[in-house]
Nanobody, 123 residues
Framework: VQLQASGGGLVQAGGSLRLSCAAS????????VAWFRQAPGKEREFVAA????????YYADSVKGRFSISRNNAQNTVYLQMNNLKPEDTAVYSC?????????????????WGQGTHVTVSS
């Protein structure tokens, strides 16, 4: 499956962005999908994940209550709604997929990765 992330940009603190992860090649409904981010000089970290049906989601503590992950399997797309953005959310955001009924929250189980989309939050 090929993944294409989009929706990044420059936003002021307190603003919102919605990222999209569009899949092609395979139907995304067989895959758990996660978002990860990597800030300059830092390790890539988990942000959010969603199971195949969309009924189970997990979030990093740093984004709970502000970010929401969802999916539209008919459109083969997963979304990350980011509200109340903070400067520390500035990073390159990437989506990843794994064909599984589980919902991994670490990097290594994920086989398929999209290119990143840049998010910059100004103070």
């Amino acid at each position: 499956v090929q993944l294409q992330a989009s929706g990044g940009g420059l936003v002021q603190a307190g603003g919102s962005l919605r990222l999209s992860c569009a899949a092609s090649g395979r139907t995304l409904s067989y895959y758990a999908v996660a978002w990860f981010r990597q800030a300059p000089g830092k390790e890539r970290e988990f942000v959010a994940a969603i199971n195949r049906s969309g009924g189970v989601t997990y979030y990093a503590d740093s984004v709970k209550g502000r970010f929401s992950i969802s999916r539209n399997n008919a459109q083969n797309t997963v979304y990350l709604q980011m509200n109340n953005l903070k400067p520390e959310d500035t990073a390159v955001y990437s989506c990843a997929a794994k064909r599984t009924s589980m919902v991994p929250t670490t990097l290594h189980p994920y086989h398929y990765w999209g290119q990143g989309t840049h998010v910059t939050v100004s103070s």
